[in-house]
């Protein structure tokens, strides 16, 4: 019995993973999904910004008209009361 032969092997088995192809594929679809969304939400802030900036932007133009037409009725009312007496 002083055989110095090796045992033979047994093959190897790995731990059975019940991982199947639509878990992977619905984690993927998971990650597209929070991807687009949090693309589409950047989009909108930056539209929201845009938009801010535009409302902005025509306040002051108003404004600016607005000043304009106060000064113009201003210097109408002077030159009437310059004439009148």
């Known amino acids: 019995m002083n ?3 090796t ?24 990650a597209m999904t929070l991807i687009q969304e949090a693309l589409a939400r950047s989009h909108q802030q930056e539209a929201q910004r845009v938009a801010e900036q535009h409302r902005l932007a025509r306040r002051l133009t108003a404004g600016r008209g607005w000043a304009r037409l106060a000064s113009w009725a201003a210097a109408r009312a002077e030159r009437a009361r310059h ?3």
């Open 3 to 5: 055989d110095l032969t």
């Open 7 to 30: 045992v033979p092997s047994a093959p190897i088995q790995h731990p059975i993973v019940h991982r199947d192809v639509t878990t992977h594929l619905v984690n993927q679809e998971n």
């Open 83 to 85: 004439r009148a007496g």
